[in-house]
């Protein structure tokens, strides 16, 4: 079993930063691949970026450029770096891990872009 924990979210002004982390433990497989997802109001979970153990990003187009996603594999913890966030960035941000034993969330941390 895989427990994910997401911190660092919060309300931030647009045009702000923002980074969340999300620290991952249990059983978790050498080759795996962790993303970050979100769900604004009234919409869909959508994939943010993913970044696989070694290292291989995908990003979203509509964050590409202004998000940057990395992980510390010995310390199993992945995060998102966002700038120049905007208030269609607001949504609850899930932290997802794919690996051998399955597929595991978080249970979200909230960002919030407004004045």
């Known amino acids: 079993q895989v427990q994910l924990v997401e911190s660092g979210g919060g309300l931030v002004q647009p045009g702000g930063s923002l980074r969340v982390s999300c620290a991952a433990s249990?059983?978790?497989?050498?080759?795996?691949?962790m993303g970050w997802y979100r769900q604004g109001p009234g919409k869909q979970r959508e994939l943010v970026a993913s970044?696989?153990?070694?290292?291989?990003?995908n990003y979203a187009d509509s964050v590409k450029g202004r998000f940057t996603i990395s992980r510390d594999n010995a310390r199993n913890t992945m995060y998102l770096q966002m700038n120049s966030l905007k208030p269609e960035d607001t949504a609850v941000y899930y932290c997802?891990?794919?690996?051998?034993?399955?597929?595991?969330w978080g249970q979200g941390t909230q960002v919030t872009v407004s004045s």
């Open positions: 970044i696989t153990s070694a290292g291989s990003t």
């Open positions: 997802n891990l794919i690996s051998r034993g399955g597929r595991f």
């Open positions: 249990g059983s978790i497989s050498s080759f795996n691949v």
